[in-house]
């Protein structure tokens, strides 16, 4: 079984603390942001409520199986709430992140969520390989919306999520498929993954998506992606064992 861990080093890398979060199945803490009160509100993915990780705020709804988690720490580490999402297939948080005084979970799922998360904005491709999921919470750690967005015939994998500074949600991963409505089409559906960026409005809707790779070979992801320079601009970093690249259509080489 794997328990989650949290440390705080100082500047010389010395280690001031360190908490472990789990039961006796399987925990992991994925990525951490700041919660605006000097703590932190820290993603992951859980088996169960957690007898050390703080006041159960939404509690699991399929002891077993891997659902997304939130845990909320103060300053020192100590936990003070944790909140659990998901249904009976595998749900992972990977990204967190602000979101219009609230945070955004960012990860995949291959089943839609519980009956009682009952705020779906774009339903479950329904396929069985995962999709790319967001879940809107508060500031406390409660529920408000989630949303599924990529294809059914094979996985979606997020590796990227961040606020635009117009409050919108920068999103970036890795889809073999196609799906939405690209502004830049999959360069090799069904074939080679490509790198796959989309930009949600706050409540979890595309309002653009495009992919990025090659139309042979190795297939691409999204390792990270930030504003650029100027507000109309979005700079992404990804890797791949290919030659030769497909934007909108065109072919790229180096």
Do not use: C
């Not at 794997?2 to 789990?22: E, S």
């Not at 529920?143 to 590796?159: E, K, L, R, V």
């Not at 507000?231 to 934007?247: C, L, N, P, Q, Y």
Request: aromatic fraction near 10%.
């Amino acid at each position: 079984a794997n328990d989650g861990i949290l440390a705080k080093i100082d500047l010389n890398g010395n280690l001031l603390w360190h908490r472990y979060v789990g039961t006796a199945g399987n925990e992991s803490l994925t990525d951490i942001v700041p919660d605006g009160t000097g703590g932190f509100m820290i993603a992951g993915r859980s088996t169960g409520d957690i007898a050390n990780a703080g006041t159960v705020v939404v509690s699991h709804t399929d002891p077993g199986t891997v659902q997304m988690m939130a845990i909320f720490v103060d300053a020192d580490g100590t936990p003070l709430r944790q909140s659990h999402f998901g249904g009976t297939g595998d749900d992972t948080a990977f990204q967190a992140g602000a979101d219009s005084g609230g945070f955004l979970l960012g990860g995949n799922s291959n089943a839609n969520f519980d009956a009682s998360f009952n705020q779906t904005r774009n339903a479950f491709s329904g396929g069985a390989a995962t999709d790319f999921v967001f879940v809107s919470i508060d500031a406390n750690g409660s529920y408000q919306w989630h949303t599924y967005h990529g294809a059914a015939a094979a996985g979606d994998d997020i590796s990227h999520l961040s606020e635009l500074p117009d409050g919108r949600l920068l999103a970036g991963g890795q889809s073999a498929n196609t799906w939405g409505t690209p502004g830049s089409p999959h360069p090799a559906s069904g074939t080679v993954p490509a790198s796959a960026l989309f930009i949600m409005d706050a409540e979890g809707a595309i309002e653009w998506n495009g992919f990025y790779g090659p139309s042979t070979g190795g297939g691409v992801g999204v390792v990270s992606a930030f504003p650029g320079n100027a507000a109309d601009e979005i700079v992404f970093v990804s890797f791949t064992d290919a030659e030769t690249f497909r934007w909108s259509g065109a072919d790229l080489h180096p």
